[in-house]
């Protein structure tokens, strides 16, 4: 097992743990305002004007008002907090920039006005072969390789000079500013930003686990109209 798939296990083990710890905070948030003396369940199916029902659009108009906000206050605290870090401009991002979509995809979406796309498009062209990457960053595509299923393009950009940096890093777009803005992705060692990643993944993992949670919420109260 390399590196990177010790890195992966030990995310996916946190998450996990995380997850059930922050299912178990919204759980007590959800009966902090459960009627006192009822005696139902928040997933099942009440009749209209039911205490049932009120408690039902409670817990909806505070995973909206309430929680949601929490939420998207705190990530944009951990991306505010990035600008503490920067970029030390190793170009691993610039020689591999992967994409789970092939470069006639992303022309499309392009085309169709998907501005990340664009930007994309505007600045990697696609590897003629896995020959011309794979010594990049070999765990990386490894792992990827390995546990995803579905097919990753690499691509890289035209800028790089001979030396494999940025021939015009001074005034490089605001998608390679911008990168990485997530702060769950995987970066190299080597990136400046790695360290802000690592500070801010506990947090971030539990703002994507109270996302995901409040959608299955959100999916499994039955809506009232039915
Ligand atoms: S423009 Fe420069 S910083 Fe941006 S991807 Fe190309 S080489 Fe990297
Ligand atoms: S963002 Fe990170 S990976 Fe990309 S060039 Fe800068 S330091 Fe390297």
Known sequence: MNELDNVLNSMKEKYREIFL???????????EIKPID??????????SDSVGVSWQDAVL???????SHE?????????????????????????????????????????????????????????NSKEEFKDIYPEYIKLLEKHTDDDVYFYHCPKLNDCKKCSDYENRPQICR???????????????FYEWRKEVEPVAMMLHAMVEIIDYYKKKIPNKKD
């Open 21 to 31: 710890k922050s299912a178990d905070a919204i759980k007590d948030r959800v009966d």
């Open 38 to 47: 009822f005696d139902g369940d928040i997933f099942d199916t009440y009749s």
């Open 61 to 67: 108009k505070m995973f909206e008002d309430d929680i």
């Open 71 to 127: 939420i998207f206050r705190k990530w944009n605290e951990i991306i505010a907090y990035r600008q503490n870090f920067h970029c030390k401009g190793c170009a691993t991002c610039c020689n591999l920039a992967c994409s789970e979509f092939s470069p006639e995809e992303l022309k499309l979406r392009a085309a169709n006005g998907d501005n990340f796309a664009k930007q994309f498009t505007s600045i990697f062209i696609p590897y």
């Open 178 to 192: 911008d990168f990485p803005d997530n702060p769950l992705c995987i970066l190299p060692e080597s990136c400046g």
